[in-house]
């Protein structure tokens, strides 16, 4: 087993999982008002052209160009009105030269004609003629057949986590079974003889477990299938019993607490036994949450996470999360990290000791001027109330030396 805490960067703490895992996404599919959020398990091919016809961008007339050359509104064109292009079918009329037909944003363009009038550039002169004020080019105002999408390409990726847009984009092909990844099934066992269920009255040195339903709720948010195995006391038969069990019935495996260096700390051993490589390391250089295990037992990553509820929160959400976005099929950049969502103004210094990233949480006000604020929460790892009443992180590097109040900070907002 590694030496306890000879630490490693957090981007190599993940890339030495991402090596040793053994994991094929395995798909399973959803009606597509249940896709929302989960995960696509392989390309979405389109099998018709959208549109599947060429269509109107405006209200107006459809015309062909060329008898629209020179138009304007001191020398007009006028046009035969030869009908009017009805939603929701093909005209059953064409566009002869010198004519054109009424439309309506979104109906089929009639043959023969290439392009479309806006309506303010015309005037209807008594029933059947069109005066046209505006030159317009072959294609303009026209949505042409396939231009959002051609028959046979790849309209969705694998590996896409679904947004609203892409269940409409879904719609529109016709997809009504999604094909998506399951979830991967993530144990979460805590421990400690301190703790008891939330539900429980504590006694005098008791504590409600706090780290178990906050992890499974990051879990469930992140795209996995989270299950909560109970408060395993700290006894290392116990504990073993307990990880195996939970590791058997599931794809990754989450301990937390038990994981700083004490007399009674039992976890490391109990996890060296669950399979092959083991442990891949001891300690990782980020504040809060130094004292981390990562291993891999037979394919599957397993977790010990400090007990601290501060530290647990930002080292799942720095490690673990990322992890169930690779067994989701995702692509995951190298180390875990993906990009901050926005970035706010720091009011306060932010201190860091060179050789380990830190995470700190914030607040995020808005000032007077409207522009968006960070304000440091510092707090200690073991108040769970300082994260509750935060808005995000912010990273302060490795070897950056700390941030300075009023410098702009990537913000990760729970």
Known sequence: MPELFTVVSTDEAFERLRAHLAWTVRPAEVPLGLALGRTLARDVIA???LPPFARSAMDGYAVRARDTLGASESSPVYLRLAGEAEMGSIPAFSVAPGTCARIHTG?????GADAVVMVEETNLVGAAEVEVSASVAPGEDVIQLGEDVVAGERALEAGRRLRPVDIGALAALGVVDVPVAQMPRVAVLSTGDELVAP?????PGEIRDVNGPMLCAM??????????????PDDEERLVEAARAALDASDALVVTAGSSVSARDVTARALACLGSPGILLHGIAVKPGKPTIVACCDGKPVFGLPGNPV???VVAWRLLLPTVRLL???TVPHGGLAPAPRTARLTQNVPSRSGREDFVAVRLVQADDGEVLAEPAFAKSNLVFSLSRTDGLVRVPRDSGGLRAGERAEVFTW
């Open 47 to 49: 099998g018709e052209p």
């Open 107 to 111: 109906a089929a363009l009639p043959a």
């Open 199 to 203: 539900g429980e009255r504590t006694r």
């Open 219 to 232: 879990l469930e948010r992140a795209g996995a299938a989270a299950r909560h195995h109970g408060i395993v």
């Open 311 to 313: 530290s647990a929160a």
């Open 328 to 330: 989701l099929g995702e």
